[in-house]
């Protein structure tokens, strides 16, 4: 039975991995840090199947235990400071867990478990503002907030043991990918959660930002599964998981409220309090490389997921239970 070890397992990505791997028949620990309200809701449908430990990416000891008792085939650092509007609010902070933190679970593997496959989730935001596109593993980064520095930082730390130590550390450059089991604070959910609240009658508005923004949408329930497929290689790589297609922010508000028999623009209100000091206009991946080398094709439309997340979100607003 294959053992992995997962940081973020109470986030969107963490809890559909978990899922997967359990699939696969692992023995699934997840990482967490000590805090006075736990929120494990994302993970409480299958929390009995797995273990979880505490251990914090800013204290070097606690990961050096865990790995030393978990003893981890896999590590899949999925943790992070990851919503870009705080990372202008708390960047200190930001680059304490987003950029140091992948180099203290790195050098805790390197010392513990040196023949475990690690993968980093790095992200499109390191693009930014855009030199290329589409955007490829070549592609130069221009990061446009301090969410996005520290992941350029925990990319290349990545590579660099990679080279340096002969490691297997692996990154998946991910573009933008939802469901329902996204936060909030995140526009898409944001969107989707209102589009049932005003379809509802319990909300009468929704305050945007910009809404030309593109970006590279997918399903995250498909991306984890990119992540496993570069962990099962013979030689770590980076690879850019995306699904080829861009849209706008318009455009996924167009389909969340047609998807409820609404137009967006009779509640649509622009809010300037919700434009960032440094807007990424254009994220579009191409993810010629995980197709071919990994085999991976994304299996949710943008239209689809877009659809999954409203429904979810009806569903929540009338009391059901969701797990999508």
């Not at 290349?156 to 089991?181: K, Q, W």
């Not at 319990?202 to 496993?228: C, H, I, P, S």
Request: proline share 4%; net charge neutral; glycine share 6%.
């Amino acid at each position: 039975m294959k053992k992995a070890l997962i940081t973020g397992i109470t986030g969107q990505d963490g809890s559909y991995l978990a899922e997967l791997l359990l699939s696969k028949g692992y023995k699934v620990t997840g990482m967490v840090r000590r805090a006075s309200t736990e929120t494990f809701d994302r993970i409480a449908h299958f929390k009995d199947q797995i273990t979880l430990r505490q251990a914090d990416l800013l204290d070097q000891f606690s990961l050096v235990k865990l790995l030393d008792e978990v003893q981890p085939d896999e590590i899949y650092n999925l943790a992070a400071m990851s919503f870009v509007p705080t990372s202008w609010n708390q960047p200190v902070l930001t680059g304490e867990f987003t950029a140091l933190g992948v180099t203290k679970l790195l050098e805790a593997m390197r010392m513990v478990c040196p023949k475990a496959h690690f993968y980093q989730a790095s992200s499109s935001e390191m693009f930014g503002k855009v030199l290329e596109t589409p955007q490829t593993e070549k592609t130069p980064f221009y990061p446009r907030s301090p969410y996005g520095v520290a992941k350029v930082y925990g990319h290349f730390i990545t590579v660099n043991y990679r080279e340096s130590y002969n490691l297997f550390a692996a990154s998946g450059i991910l573009f933008n990918h939802e469901s329902p089991r996204r936060g909030k604070e995140f526009v898409t959910r944001k969107i989707t959660d209102a589009v049932a609240r005003i379809k509802l009658g319990t909300q009468k508005e929704l305050r945007m930002g910009n809404l030309d923004a593109k970006r590279d949408w997918g399903f995250a329930g498909d991306y984890v599964r990119a992540m496993w497929m570069m962990l099962q290689q013979d030689v770590a790589d980076d690879y850019v998981v995306a699904s080829g297609r861009t849209h706008s922010v318009r455009d996924f508000l167009q389909i969340a409220f047609s998807h409820v028999g609404l137009n967006f623009e009779d509640y649509v209100v622009i809010d300037p309090e919700f434009i960032r000091p440094a807007e990424v206009e254009l994220l579009l991946g191409n993810p010629e490389k995980a197709r071919t080398q990994l085999g991976w094709q994304p299996q949710v439309s943008f239209e689809q997921l877009v659809a999954m997340m409203v429904d979810a979100d009806m569903d929540r607003q009338m009391g059901k239970t969701v797990t999508a």
